[in-house]
């Protein structure tokens, strides 16, 4: 069974920084494209970050500068990087890959159970 865990999350002041991690376990055969999405209370859900198995990055415009999202293909992680937090940037964080579990089979797509941040002071 394939599953994406996100940690890292937690309370920070604004101006802090925090670093997420997304692991994925299970049978895997290889890992595609994975997000950062992120949803605050009484709002939809929205992409944060994205990267490629070659390692293209794209980012929200507002966020650009501050987040920084990597991969270690060994480890089957995903990260993100966040700097310079803002009280705005509070939102449940969620990551999701598209996976396949044997050679020659599509990937499917997965997310995770999300990690809350909050930004306060």
């Known amino acids: 069974q394939v599953q994406l865990v996100e940690s890292g999350g937690g309370l920070v002041q604004p101006g802090g920084s925090l670093r997420l991690s997304c692991a994925a376990s299970g049978s895997i055969f290889s890992i595609g494209a994975t997000s950062w999405y992120r949803q605050a209370p009484g709002k939809e859900r929205e992409l944060v970050a994205q990267i490629t198995t070659t390692g293209n990055t794209n980012y929200a415009d507002s966020l650009k500068g501050r987040f920084t999202i990597s991969r270690d293909n060994a480890k089957k992680t995903v990260y993100l990087q966040m700097n310079s937090l803002k009280p705005e940037d509070t939102a449940v964080y969620y990551c999701?890959?598209?996976?396949?579990?044997?050679?020659?089979?599509?990937?499917?797509?997965?997310w995770g159970q999300g990690t809350q941040v909050t930004v306060s002071s």
């Open positions: 999701d890959a598209f996976i396949s579990l044997a050679p020659l089979t599509s990937r499917a797509h997965y």
